[in-house]
């Protein structure tokens, strides 16, 4: 899978930043989500690597990128850490200005660096995610039970780390196949890579740390945002899934104008993985959203 793309390994400090680049013409950041890798785009980055040059990178604590240890206040996984990655990522690239294509965790931190370095994003377009600070105001039994492991990966160190090592092909199925289309969407050459990544040492731990900085960092640096009336300025636009939970439990494009000035939005035909479910129609939305 995206052989057609140059592998890279760059380092921001100690950490190793893993992706690929490729295709011509203007910069595209690609942001996968929870729990996969920059392989998510297999499906969508041959459709738009005539158009743009594409760089798809793992997020710190997954697929082949570093797994620093997370600290008190899990703040190496803060989306405002994970923001400078993806940022370091595109400037070692050389690339300054740049539209960022984003998926589930991913989008958080594309939320996140478009807030805190605006002059460097010039356009979003997020995939199945409500903001994290209004989700988890307004969860509600029907997206606790959709999201479970929300509220498992934030539990206190060793349970949720050894849970998931145990057995971490187990998780990946677990999680990914408990959705709309169950694992019926993923290539099997993608599952087998997200089960490889997945037993790396140090990544049940790396992804607890995502989810509690999620849960306690990132919601002060977006209380402090909302406290101060900041707005993200690029224009924005949000893809979800009318079969996913997203969409179910909350009014996405009303919450997305609490934290933005330029949004729009509509749902697509699948469930939660829109990148592998629906690769034509995001393919296409990015065509017509983003510049060339």
């Known amino acids: ?13 100690p950490v190793r930043l893993h992706g690929r680049i490729g295709g011509r013409g203007a910069p595209l950041l690609l942001l996968h989500g929870h729990p996969q890798t920059h392989a998510i785009w297999h499906r969508v980055a041959p459709e738009l690597a005539d158009h743009f040059t594409l760089v798809m990178m793992d997020l710190r604590g997954y697929g082949d990128s570093g ?43 594309a939320h996140r660096l478009a807030a805190d370095h605006p002059d460097a994003v ?14 988890y105001r307004d969860t509600s039994e029907a997206f606790a039970r959709a999201y479970w492991h929300w509220f498992f990966l934030i539990q206190p160190p060793p349970l949720p780390e050894a849970l998931i090592e145990g057995d971490p092909a187990r998780y990946i199925r677990s999680v990914m196949g408990s959705r709309h289309a169950g694992l019926a969407p993923f290539a099997p050459e993608a599952l087998l890579e997200y089960e490889r990544c997945a037993a790396i040492d140090g990544t049940a731990h ?29 224009p924005l ?32 035909p699948c469930g939660h993985y829109l990148p592998e479910e629906a690769p034509q129609q995001v393919a296409r939305a990015a065509l017509h959203f983003f510049p060339t």
């Open 206 to 234: 790396a992804i607890c740390e995502d989810y509690r900085a999620s849960a306690s960092i990132d919601l002060a640096h977006d209380r402090a945002d909302v406290a101060a009336e900041r707005l993200l300025t690029q």
């Open 67 to 109: 797994r620093p240890a997370g600290g008190p206040d899990h703040g190496a996984y803060s989306k405002r850490e994970m923001a400078l990655d993806a940022l370091a990522v595109m400037q070692q690239h050389g690339f300054e200005r740049f539209g960022v294509l984003a998926h589930d965790r991913g989008a958080r931190v």
């Open 1 to 13: 899978m995206l052989d057609s793309f140059t592998p890279f390994d760059l380092y921001r400090g």
């Open 122 to 135: 010039d356009r979003l377009l997020l995939l199945d995610i409500a903001p994290t600070l209004a989700m």
């Open 237 to 268: 636009q949000v893809l979800w899934g009318e079969h996913g939970a997203v969409g179910r439990c909350f009014d996405v494009l009303a919450l997305w104008r609490e934290r933005a000035l330029q949004v729009s939005g509509n749902t697509l």
